[in-house]
Every structure is written in structure tokens, then in C-alpha cells.
């Protein structure tokens, strides 16, 4: 790096977050070391951002340094865990002086939100790359898993899936001519999604099965189904589906993004239908939409209804849509 | 990835490293969950290896896989923890089934040698990059830092460091005419380093500074006399230099090589003198050498000493050698 890897880490990583009491030593020595509270778990997360697969070329690098710890939050959200470190392995071509003030900006401003302190790292030569391992504190016996959906079950999504999606392609050109308004809004979910962490805490002793929504909602249900050896019936009028999103791709196309757009970092989960209630008024409280689409019964696989009729999802998202 | 990320998790990633009762939940859901023991803190590390960086194109998958995990197990050997778990990141052009066979046996073995489980990660399609996560845990009040050394304390070392670069170099066609026997147990350090996990145990009540040497043990040492707000004065002559290097660089590139090669994954820690015996002793019973190789002064930096004449060396390596 042309500043120097230990110039580049004091200038623009070594108080990144927030300081916590927690961190024995952080960044600086040749590992960090981490008290737990008395009794709680460790809850541990690795995603890896490419260029050019996981951001567009040119995409503001802010973005990308929100994005880097976002897509982690999300994971330890749908474990119901409270986040509090992390480490990040950032590898770049050249250490650009504006690109890198401006990505420890955007992973920093998360990383204050959600009180987390960066107590580690590496940092080195190469493609744009950005592996950022999240680890959280995990209180309590209650933990939420991808397997404990049962028959009976509702099926729920917070928020509104498929607008990361559309914003993504709007950020690349492949959406032409929409309203402003929307696709501001649009671009926003994809490069500055807010992972549900205080869901996720909030729904640890109403969720039977949580997963965050990451690879599209189709997909992800497959997985919570499977792992809970069950099948989802979810029914496409159902699905919450944005008011930006519906005027931008019309509202055929904004289910079909909802089902398998990707990119959401929003979370989906099972609960039994007598606490509806109860789920709902903790998401509101935490200023999040939560929307039942749907029912876990025996069986396998995702069903996905519209209108009575079964239409066909593959784990990999749509085959075909019949809308 | 051509076999699915699912699949190719299955089958080379899932039960990689040894079963640990304190693995709550592993690889196969958003995040692991982990127990750590009571009192006990948590030490964890990130490093990454980029193709062509930090290992040759071409090189053989096992020794990236080895180097994965032993690189980040030589940071936790460094505070004086004991590994426990792993999160690995892989990104990779296209999901070959021999490279990813021969990388996942590289890293199994090394992982099974220290005790270690794979409990997570991400796999990414990009050019050839490895980050992984290592996490240990830290049992009673000692933590081995770089910032303990003490003006008095002599300085030791593991190892034949210097071994390592001269395998690099082998492996790259740029040592020539080397004798078979020798040429072979360079490659080797180079390829398969051992991380000193049991002799950073063994120093935490021992020594007072402790940094793992992986960028040259002068640069290294230049890290730690900082860290400790010192100097360290080391004496040319007293560098452990394996007969294999002498042999194959000579006796002053040798020197050159153990004093700024890189790669070593060796130890270089401080203690007061009346400890040598000791740390000499418990160091032989984890069946690795350690060598006095000068002492701490007040002052800073690094000097470096032969045949009475102060030699240059910057934080980066050799400005000059007058061997």
C-alpha cells in the first residue's frame, strides 16, 4: 500500500465504532481480546464482498463500508444475538486516500449505530475485496435457528422485500426512466440496508425459526423450510410490497422482486398464530413492519399461490411466474 | 460456483477440523454459536492471502490451505491463547473440485493438529483470496502483548527464521542449484509453517512482550520495541540460521534472510535473564528451539549489531547490509 499498511490502519481504522469497555485490547497487537459477559454465548458471522459480484464497479465506497457490516448485522440479527465487535480484512489494488476515508465512514456510521467497536484486521494488496467476520453477544438459553419452524406455524417478512433489488439495477442503468423520488428510495435499500437487529433481539422468545433475507425471500424460505424439515406456503398477494417499488417495475414484477430479488438483509420467520399480535406490537415499537405471509405444514419445499394457483420457485428464485 | 455454494460447503467445509462439545452451532445456520468457558476471554484474529501476494499462482492448494489457518494460529500463539474455532472466507474464480479437495485437507490437518472447528464463513466467486478468522480463548489474567519489554529483558526468538523466505524463492525459480535434501526443507517452511501455539501458552507467565514474526524479525521487532516504548539491540552473530539456508544463501544472506525474509510464523518475545533457563527449558519440551539474540535498552528502534559495527535496518527490511 503506498501510505503504508500501518499509517492506513491508524488513520483511518483504529477508532473506528464505538469504545467499549468490553475490548481488553483492540486493534494494534497481533490478536484482540474480548470479555463476555458472565453466562453469554459468542455469536460469530463472516460475509465477503466482491467487486464487480457484490457492488457495482464505481459504487460509492461509503456504500460499500455500510454494506461490508451490514450484511453481517443481518446474520447475527436473525440469531437474536446483539452485535459488538468486529474485524475487518480489506484488500484494495492501491490505498486511495478518498476511497478509504469514505468507506471507514460508511462502515464506522453503522458501526456507532449498533455499538460496535472494530477490534481487528488486516489489510492488503489486491482485487477490491472486503471479508468483515461480526461478532456478538448472545444472552439468555434462547437462540434463533433456521430449524425450529413447525406445521401450524405463520410465516412472517419484515419490511418490504424487492426494493434492494430494483435499486441495484437502477444504480446499474438497467432501469430507465422512473420517478426520482422512487429511485432514490430504491437505490438507498440496496446500498445502505439497515439490518434488524433489534428485531431480531425482540423476536427471540416469540420466533420459532428466523433467517435474514439475503439471497432473495424464496430462496432463504427454502432454507428455513428445509432446515426445519417442513414446507412454507406463502400466497403472493401477501407479500408487502413497497409503494416505491410498485410505480417503478409495476406491481407483477415487484412481487416477482420480493420473492427472489436478493439483497434485503430484511429478516423472515415462523411464529405460532396466537402471538401475531404480540410480534407485530414489538416490530412496530421497533419501528419495523412485519407482515404474515404465509403458513409452515408438513411437507418440503416452498409453495408459493397466487390467485389459488400454485406458481413454481425454485431455490435459486423463479423459474416461472404465472402472475 | 459451478457446484453451488451449498453443495460445495457440504462437501468439503462442513465438518472441517475437529468436533467441539463447545459449538453450540456450526457451520449450516446465519452465524455459529459458541461457548466460551467461564472467566475465559475471547482472542480472535483475521488474515488474508491474495493470489500472487502471498502465494504464487500455482502453488499447491494444500500449503494455502495450511498457511490459511497457521498464519492467524501464529497471531493467537503471539497473546498466549488457545485456538478453539475458525470462520473461513473463499473467494475463487470457479469451484474447482481438486483445488477445493486438496485446500479443505490442508486446512482439516492443521485445524485437527490445534484442536480447532470450522464453524462458518462465505463463499465468493472473485480472484483467489483467502481471509480467515481465527478465534481463541484466553484463560486466567496473562496476556502476552507486544508492549511489555522491559530495558534489561533479553530478546529470544523460535525457530531458524529467514528458512521461509529462501522457500519462497525456491518455489519461485529463484534460487538455483540448490542440493535436493535442502531445497525441499526450505520449500517446506515456506509452505507448511508451523504456528508456535504451544510455546505462546507456555510464555505467558514467562515473558513480557511476545509478537509472532511474519513480516522479517526486525521489522517485527521494530513493532514490539515501539509497542513497549524500548529499543532492542540483537547481535548479528547470535541469529539462529539453519544449515540448510547456510547452505543453500550462504552465512551473510542467511543472516539477511533470518533478519528481514518474512513468513517465519516464528516467536520473538522478551523476559528478564533469570527466566532464560526456564523459558529454555519449557520451550525444549514443546520440542522448539529458542535463541537469545540481544537484549532491551532504553532508546527505540531496533539496532543491530556484527562484529561490533551498528548495521542499518529500517522498519521494512535491509536499507544496508555490511556483512
Partial sequence: MAIGEFELIDRYFRALGIARPDVALGVGDDAAVLELPAGARLVAAVDTLVEDMHF????????????????????????GARPAWCLLALTLPHADPSLLAAFADGLGALARRHGV????????????TVTLTALGVLEGAEVLRRSGARPGDLVFVSGTPGDAACGLAICQGRVAAVPPDDARALRERFLYPSPRVELGLALRDLATACIDVSDGLA??????????????????????????????VGLVRARELALAGGDDYELAFTAPADRADALRDRAQSEGVAVRAIGRVTAGSGVVVRHAGTVIQVSPAGFDHFAG
Fill in 219 to 248: 430462496g432463504d424460505l427454502h432454507k428455513l423450510a428445509e432446515a426445519s424439515a417442513c414446507a412454507v406456503e406463502i400466497d403472493v398477494e401477501d407479500l408487502p410490497v413497497s409503494d416505491a417499488l410498485a410505480a417503478v
Fill in 117 to 128: 467497536a472494530l477490534v481487528g484486521g488486516d489489510t492488503t494488496r489486491g482485487p477490491f
Fill in 56 to 79: 457495482p464497479r464505481g459504487c460509492d465506497p461509503r456504500s460499500v463500508g455500510h454494506r461490508a457490516l451490514a450484511v453481517n448485522l443481518s446474520d447475527l440479527a436473525a440469531m
